[in-house]
């Protein structure tokens, strides 16, 4: 295990990891030693080592009390306490003294919310103590600020350390985490599955055909967006992406009504140049066929691969149709805000030479429980979920027919949730709606996107487009009594980190000096850590701990504030391992660049949570 230790003074911090009471490298130049798994625990050496410090009783067991003049069936409020806690009563936060196995995930932190307003289980990380006298809890996601960087730049972020200690490390959701699996593992739920639910063990019926709009899957368990692939699972599951030569979907024209979700299969012959496109199938809901036009290769035949794709020499013999007519037809039918549905459709947009970014993957969605890199044949989903056999003619694939099969399997998810087809004990469910059934009303405050995702009817759903509107908005929020959970975002980091790493000059920058910091001693590498910050981000990390102790300053007496950084500077991690699978030319030898990101995706995986109650 390592740990990460820094004395209280914030002008002559010293910062270096141990490793069984060993010094190792410092700060700066820390990487996770490769005969240890996990990541580390932080030991923040400081008077205050959190809200509280000392090892917690054990949790009193007190039913609630009656006669507090509550409605029957009302859900107690925190006044309805306190003449059983005492008038001087007030909660807190007890960090339980960690063990040297114990390191913090994100759904431990979604836990303790459901633990402290809701029903959920007792954390085992965490004492909360008067914990009935907490009228809500406020989720601050701060995505960007690792360990390192919080460390590194601690003066400027006083507000943190003042109002709630020293953090707690999370284990970041992924070896490369993405932001919105992120968010899923803090704004969802898993609990156990009710008997009657519908498992892996059954067969289904079509769902598709039997309606004509998305809109008639009425109380799904999450919205059809949330099973659309990220950028990176587009990215990591070889999606084409500004490749030369291919074809971008655009935005539908104003006014007009796009398919709002559409099933695509191609068929694919071997030419002089590979694999070419030879037939290209569109479906919609409701299950009839769109699209299906042979294409003709711009090159010759060498193998028409029938046994698989269908096609035949005799098919193709009258075909005119080209690429890029066929190109042009799909583009008119599959507009920007289409959801495509497939198995593996990268192969298919890498045929047709088109770049969409909507994408319900099957082949994905349906996870492998032999890893991410293993993924089961349609024909297998077909037959164990829909009860229905596919490619047995023997004379090939029907693209109309593998469509549909991956349409209604894609339908089947959104209809009985993320977790149909796993194993039947848990599944995920909204946290909105799991606090909802306790009583307690939510506000969700952030962008569009994750609004669709995570809200539902129960709740506020506030767009914001800015931090300062998220601030604003918030501040509002906490203070309506009826609200219980208040959920919000403050992207300006990861915005700036985002656009730092798309700037060829400044990734540049960013390269030599994860270079440069693993060739320095100790002193020189924390001295430049905490220099070589720009004046940029230092006024970004300035501002964050305004908005956060303004935010904290409008809090109501004795609310719960967690903050979660969740990863950290995860663009410059994928921009690098993007610039290395693609053999970009670089000023720095491939190794270098290599070792670097070893480095820089380590320290991006240690999360931080912060968490406090306000007095």
């Known amino acids: 295990m390592v740990y990460l230790q820094k004395s209280p003074q914030c002008s002559n911090a010293s910062a270096t990891a141990t490793i069984s009471g060993k010094k190792v490298a410092p700060l700066g130049r820390w990487v996770r030693p490769k005969l240890f798994r996990g990541p580390p625990c932080i030991s923040l050496s400081s008077e205050r080592q959190s809200p509280r410090s000392v090892t917690p009783p054990a949790a009193p067991t007190m039913s609630t009390p009656s006669g507090s003049g509550e409605a029957d069936g009302a859900a107690p409020t925190a006044s309805t306490f306190y003449d059983v806690y005492g008038p001087d009563a007030k909660p807190d936060v007890v960090f339980k003294e960690a063990t040297s196995d114990s390191t913090l995930n994100l759904q431990d932190v979604q836990g303790l919310v459901t633990w402290v307003i809701g029903e959920g289980i007792l954390p085992s990380w965490v004492f909360i103590k008067n914990k009935p006298l907490i009228p809500k809890v406020i989720l601050l996601y701060v995505p960007g600020l690792d360990a390192a960087l919080y460390m590194s730049q601690s003066c400027l972020l006083s507000s943190l350390k003042e109002l709630c200690g020293n953090p707690k490390p999370v284990l970041a959701s992924s070896c490369i985490p993405d932001e919105r699996h992120t968010i899923d593992a803090l704004l969802t739920c898993r609990v156990k599955r009710k008997r009657n639910a519908q498992t892996s063990n059954h067969s289904h019926e079509s769902v598709g055909g039997k309606i004509s709009s998305l809109d008639e899957l009425k109380d799904v368990p999450f919205p059809v967006k949330y099973y659309t692939l990220s ?143 293993c993924k089961i044949a349609l024909r297998v989903l077909a037959n164990k979920y829909l009860s229905r056999e596919i490619q047995n003619t023997g004379s090939g694939h029907d693209s109309a027919e593998d469509a549909k099969a991956a349409l209604d399997l894609a339908l089947l998810k959104i209809k009985y949730g993320p977790d149909f087809g796993s194993p039947p004990s848990f599944s995920r469910r909204k946290l909105a709606s799991v606090l909802h059934e306790s009583g307690k009303k939510c506000s969700l405050i952030d962008d569009v996107g994750v609004l669709d995702r995570y809200s539902d009817a129960s709740c506020n759903s506030i767009a914001v487009f800015s931090d300062d509107d998220a601030l604003s908005r918030s501040m509002k929020e906490v203070k309506n009594d009826k609200i219980s959970f208040v959920w919000t975002q403050f992207s300006g980091l990861i915005s700036y980190l985002l656009k730092r790493a798309q700037d060829p000059e400044k990734l540049k920058s960013c390269v030599a000096e994860a270079i440069a910091l693993k060739t320095c001693d100790r002193k020189t590498a924390r001295k430049r850590a905490k220099d070589q910050t720009c004046p940029e981000l230092k006024e970004i990390l300035s501002e964050l701990d305004k908005k956060i102790r303004k935010l904290y300053d409008t809090l109501p007496e004795n609310a719960m504030f967690i903050i979660c950084t969740g990863h950290g500077d995860t663009p410059l991690v994928q921009r690098l391992k993007k610039m290395l699978n693609h053999g970009e030319e670089t000023s720095e030898s491939r190794q270098n660049i290599v070792e670097a990101l070893e480095d820089l995706q380590a320290q991006a995986e240690v999360a931080l949570c912060f968490c406090c109650v306000k007095h």
Do not use: W
């Open 231 to 373: 950028a990176k699972d587009l990215e990591d599951n070889g999606y084409p992406s500004s490749l030369p030569g291919f074809v971008f979907t655009v935005p539908a024209p104003s006014g007009s009504s796009p398919h709002e979700i559409l099933a695509l299969d191609c068929e694919m012959c071997v030419t002089a140049a590979g694999f070419e496109l030879t037939r290209v199938t569109l479906v919609d809901i409701k299950g009839e066929v769109v699209l299906d036009k042979l294409v003709k290769p711009a090159n010759p035949i060498t193998d028409y691969n029938t046994r698989f794709s269908g096609i035949t020499a005799e098919m193709l013999s009258d075909v005119t149709t080209t690429l890029q007519e066929i190109q042009e037809e799909f583009v008119g039918l599959v507009y920007k805000e289409t959801i495509l549905v497939g198995h593996s459709l990268e192969n298919d947009l890498m045929a047709l030479q088109i770049s969409h970014d909507l994408v319900i993957d099957t082949a994905v969605l349906y996870k492998y429980n032999r890893g991410p890199r």
